[in-house]
């Protein structure tokens, strides 16, 4: 699948990027707010990770739709990950932003071995996708993986999987050697089968949004087959997917109006609800007529229904990007391979990220200028 600039689509970029610091644990995700409201959103998370447990024993594969960089998105699955009833009925954790060339090191990283800042970095740098994977909530799940097996939470370690597919960028040198590697779905799908499907495990898998999604849009359905529909047309009934809510006026409308909430769509009425309600560029608005109320959305997709995308839906609250400082881009061998890498992914794709790339650097040589003027 062509979506290497789908990653970079999803978010504009911030004016002044956050600092790393806003991820540097569990509890940074709060910001300001109180204890019983923390203490309050803790219990309503091990409720619906009790629910998404239980559907463990009919699923083997518990698949997050996730908004990229979404800070509220990452506070959920920092809870799932820290909650023994959840993560304990599970072998593997697999993730998008990962290079599967590098799963050696990440067997090493979460088992607990020392290891380089550079060599943590490439699991996530070296893969197909530029840029979004620096957002320091990646970097924490990770972590909170190690930590957990280090904690020996549950029975049994926890393996961290890479489902990204083993790309080498010393080796890719013209597009034509990238092209080998465009194919992100079908490797994903592959790492599921072979690591888990094939040993009789379970696992949660965490992919962008789009790779979730059980049926295609009418005008997308040649950017397919994603993760999901690979993995629901060669296993049926293996794959339970859940994806969020962006907006407040579109978790009203589905019966979800305080954060965090969940509620299944399989057997239910959001089953004929329009998947459209969970895209975060839709916007809903509320109409009323002949004493029944109707909801507009802007503009017109005609998206499927939520029962043939989605088994589950999650409404986390206001969703936020978390950016890493932009000072990261002025380390001039890495932006040096990452205009290389620009280069090479518009020759294959026409899609060019280098204005991405000039814009970091120069907030970070702002920033820079500021610290010493």
Known sequence: MNNFIEHLAHRAL??????????????????????????????????????????????????VGEYHRSREIHRFLQQ???????????DAVVIEFGNARLQQRADDFVAGKPMREDELASLWRETAVPLTWNSPVYRQFIETVREINQARLC??????????????????????????????????????????????????????????WKTLPRDREAEGPTVAQLLERRHPGKLFVVMTVPSAEAARALGMDAAPAYRPVRNSGLAQA????????????????????????????????????????????????????????????????????????NELLGQDFAPAIDELVAQALKIRDGKNP
Not at 80 to 90: E, G, Q, S, V
Request: aromatic share 8%; hydrophobic share 45%; glycine share 4%.
């Open 14 to 63: 911030p004016a002044l990027a956050c600092c790393a610091m806003a991820c540097a644990s569990p509890m940074a995700y709060a910001g300001a707010s109180a204890t019983a409201s923390a203490s309050a959103y803790a219990s309503d998370s091990a409720s619906i990770n009790a629910e998404l447990a239980r559907e463990f024993a009919h699923h083997p594969l518990i698949m």
């Open 80 to 90: 799932l990950l820290r909650d023994p009833a959840f993560i304990c009925k599970a």
């Open 155 to 212: 029975p049994h370690p926890i393996r961290l999987l890479l489902g990204d597919p083993p790309l080498d960028w010393s080796k890719v040198k013209t597009a034509a050697d990238l092209a080998a590697f465009n194919d992100r779905d079908r490797h994903f799908a592959a790492v599921v089968e072979r690591e888990v499907l094939a040993r009789g495990q379970r696992a949660l898998l965490v992919t962008g949004k789009f790779h979730a």
């Open 274 to 345: 329009d998947f459209q309600l969970t895209d975060f560029a839709t916007t809903v608005t509320p109409s009323s007529a002949n004493g029944k109320t109707r909801l507009q959305l802007q503009p017109v997709k005609h998206w499927p229904r939520m029962g043939e995308v989605v088994d589950g839906l999650l409404y986390l609250g206001a969703d936020e990007s978390i950016y890493p400082s932009p000072e990261i881009y002025l380390e001039p061998a890495y932006q040096q391979e990452l205009r290389r890498h620009a280069r090479i992914i």
